[in-house]
């Protein structure tokens, strides 16, 4: 069995969504399926800008990400746009709302690799964005492969 509290779990929103939620000493341990997980790692189109974070959405569902403090490798949430495609990862937490990611790994997919983004904006819809389309289909492989998940 996978140990909740040192990986870093790739799901989609819509698993954390439906995952069960029990707390313990420790903190809040979701389970979907039988895979039983605190930290994850999500990819999806900034929904909206909310302070202290933002709300992101993988075509699967929405999760709100919450940024406490600047840490490394955690861009500041005020630099993305709606319509920028993240990555997030850090611990789970239950939200008034529902599950809310604290970001310790905040990252943009849309930089970095030689585009002119003033000449092609990123889609809007998460379901034809380019990089989450092959994020669904990495997510169904370590699904099925490595945590044994119906996909």
């Known amino acids: ?45 900034v929904r909206s800008i909310r302070a202290p974070g933002l709300v992101i959405d993988d075509g699967s569902g929405s999760l709100e990400v919450a940024v406490a403090a600047p840490l490394p490798g955690v861009l500041d949430p005020a630099s993305f ?6 990555l997030a990862a850090g611990p789970l937490q239950c939200g008034d709302r529902g599950p809310v990611l604290r970001a310790q790994k905040l990252l943009s997919l849309d930089q970095g690799e030689g585009e002119d983004l003033e000449a092609s ?3 809007q819809s998460p379901r034809s964005h380019p990089k989450l389309k092959l ?17």
């Open 121 to 123: 904006p990123p889609p």
């Open 135 to 151: 994020w669904r289909a990495q997510v169904a492989d370590i699904k099925s492969r490595v945590y044994n998940m119906p996909c």
């Open 81 to 86: 746009s709606p319509g920028d495609a993240v």
């Open 1 to 45: 069995m996978l140990h909740p509290q040192t990986l870093c779990v790739k799901l989609l929103i819509a698993d954390i969504q439906r995952a069960s939620v029990e707390q313990r000493d420790q903190g809040v341990l979701f389970t979907a399926d039988s895979l039983q997980f605190d930290r994850v790692w999500v990819q999806g189109i």
